[in-house]
C-alpha cells in the first residue's frame, strides 16, 4: 500500500446487511460519511431485494439482487460471482474493503491479482460464531483457524476493531492485521435525551427498566435477556424489559414472555436513530448477551447516553465497556446478579461513568484509523477544493 495523498476510489463490498440491522449497518453509514468527508470517493455494494444504484450522504450505494438466506429474518447475500466481478472491473477502485470472510473471500484474491490494496474488516470471530451455533469450541477453533489462514492470505490487511477480536489472527500468526475501533454520535446519543416519562411508560410500574438492543437471532442470545429478567424478579427485583429489535427468534422470545407473564415489550425495529437514542437514555441498565460480539455499536451507544451495560464475558465488550458497567458469563442468574450489582452504585455516578467511557470513542478517530489501514488519510481543505 502506499499513501499517496490523492482523493481514493475505496469500494466496501458487505453481506448480511438489511433495513433493519443495527451495528454494521450503522459502522457502514458512519465510515463511508467519513471517507466521503475527508475527500475521498467512498462505493458500498449491498445485496437487497431489487437492484438500484444512488448518492445517499455516505456516498454512492449500489444494490445488487441477494441471494435471501432461510432463517435468517431477512439477510440475503452477494451470490452472482460474475456480476459483481463485472462490477468490480467497472469501478476500478483504488482500494477495497470486505465485510465478509465468508462468501466473498474471493474478492480478495480478485483485489490481489489486479494490484488493488484490500483489507477485510473483522465484524465478528469466526469461532465465536460457530459456537453460537453449538460447535465443540475445539472444532470451532479449528474451521476458525482455517478460514482465519485464507483471510490472511487474501486480503493486504485484516482490520481488527478490539484486542479481543485480534486474537484469534494472533493465534494463527498472521502479521498483516491492524487494528481500527469503531466509534460512536457523540452528538446523538447523549444523557440530555434521558426522559422520565418514557422511563415511566416502558417500566410499566416496576422500579428497574432494563433495554435490549438487538437483532434476535441465535448468535446474539436474546433469550439470555429474558432468564436476567426472570431470574431478578424471581429475586424480587421488580424489573422489566424493552426489546429494540427484530429477527427469526421474535415470536418464540415473545410467546415465553406470555407464557412466563414477564414484563417484557417488543418494538420490533426501531428505525427511527433519535427514538433508539431516547430508549437508551431512558433505560436504567442496557443488556448486550452476544458472546461473539467484537466490538458493540448499541451498547456503546447506550453508553453515550448514560446508560451503563451488562455484557457477555465471552465477547469483546468488556474491553470496549471497562468499569463503564459490567460483564457476566452467559445465564440469565449472572446477568442477573450484574444487573443488581451495577443497581448498587449511585444513579449519577453509573450514569456519568457511562458517558465519559464513551467519549473516548467518537467516530472522527474511528475514520482516522480506518483510513490508517488504507495507507492514506484525511484530504487538505486545500487539496479538497481542487478535486
Given amino acids: 500500500m502506499n499513501g499517496s495523498g490523492e482523493p481514493l476510489r475505496i469500494v466496501r463490498l458487505a453481506n448480511f446487511v438489511t433495513p433493519s440491522s443495527g451495528g454494521l449497518r450503522t459502522a457502514l453509514r458512519e465510515l463511508g460519511r467519513g471517507y466521503l468527508a475527508a475527500g475521498h470517493e467512498p462505493v458500498l455494494v449491498v445485496p437487497g431485494e431489487h437492484e438500484s444504484d444512488e448518492l ?22 452477494l451470490a452472482g460471482r460474475r ?65 482465519n489462514v485464507r483471510s490472511a492470505w487474501a486480503y493486504s490487511r485484516i482490520v481488527c476493531t478490539t484486542e479481543w477480536a485480534e486474537r484469534e489472527f494472533v493465534r494463527i500468526g498472521a502479521r498483516n492485521v491492524v487494528r481500527a ?20 411508560r416502558h417500566a410499566q410500574g416496576n422500579g428497574v427498566l432494563l433495554l435490549l438492543c438487538s437483532r434476535l437471532s441465535v448468535e446474539k442470545r436474546p433469550g439470555t435477556a429474558l432468564d436476567a429478567l426472570a431470574a431478578l424478579r424471581g429475586n424480587g427485583v421488580k424489573a422489566a424489559l424493552v426489546v429494540a429489535g427484530d429477527g427469526p427468534l421474535r415470536d418464540g422470545l415473545m410467546r415465553r414472555a406470555r407464557t412466563e407473564r414477564l414484563p417484557a415489550v417488543f418494538l420490533g425495529h426501531v428505525a427511527d436513530r433519535d427514538e433508539l437514542a431516547d430508549l437508551q437514555a431512558a433505560a436504567d441498565i442496557c443488556l448486550a448477551p452476544g458472546p461473539a460480539e467484537t466490538f458493540g455499536l448499541s451498547a456503546l451507544e447506550a453508553l453515550a447516553c448514560g446508560t451503563p451495560v451488562v ?46 467511557r464513551a467519549e473516548l470513542f467518537g467516530w472522527p478517530a474511528a475514520v482516522e484509523a480506518f483510513l490508517a489501514a488504507h495507507d492514506t488519510k484525511a484530504l487538505t481543505r486545500e487539496r479538497q477544493a481542487t478535486t
Fill in 311 to 356: 455484557a457477555s464475558a465471552s465477547s469483546a465488550l468488556p474491553e470496549v465497556i471497562a468499569d463503564a458497567g459490567l460483564s457476566a458469563p452467559d445465564s440469565g442468574e449472572a446477568f442477573a446478579d450484574a444487573v443488581r450489582r451495577l443497581l448498587s452504585r449511585p444513579e449519577p455516578a453509573r450514569r456519568e461513568a457511562a458517558r465519559a
Fill in 181 to 200: 475501533p469503531l466509534g460512536v454520535d457523540l452528538d446523538a446519543c447523549r444523557p440530555g435525551r434521558r426522559s422520565t416519562v418514557l422511563r415511566a
Fill in 83 to 147: 456480476k459483481l466481478r463485472g462490477l468490480l472491473e467497472t469501478l476500478a477502485p483504488d482500494r477495497l474493503e470486505v465485510s465478509d470472510r465468508t462468501s466473498l473471500r474471493w474478492t480478495g484474491e480478485w483485489a490481489r491479482r489486479n494490484r488493488v490494496p484490500s483489507v477485510m474488516v473483522s465484524h465478528e470471530t469466526a469461532d465465536g460464531v460457530l459456537r453460537t451455533w453449538r460447535l465443540p469450541e475445539a472444532a470451532a477453533a479449528r474451521a476458525a483457524d482455517r478460514l
Fill in 56 to 77: 445517499t450522504s455516505q456516498g454512492r450505494v449500489i444494490t445488487l439482487p441477494g441471494v435471501l438466506l432461510p432463517g435468517t429474518g431477512g439477510y440475503r447475500v
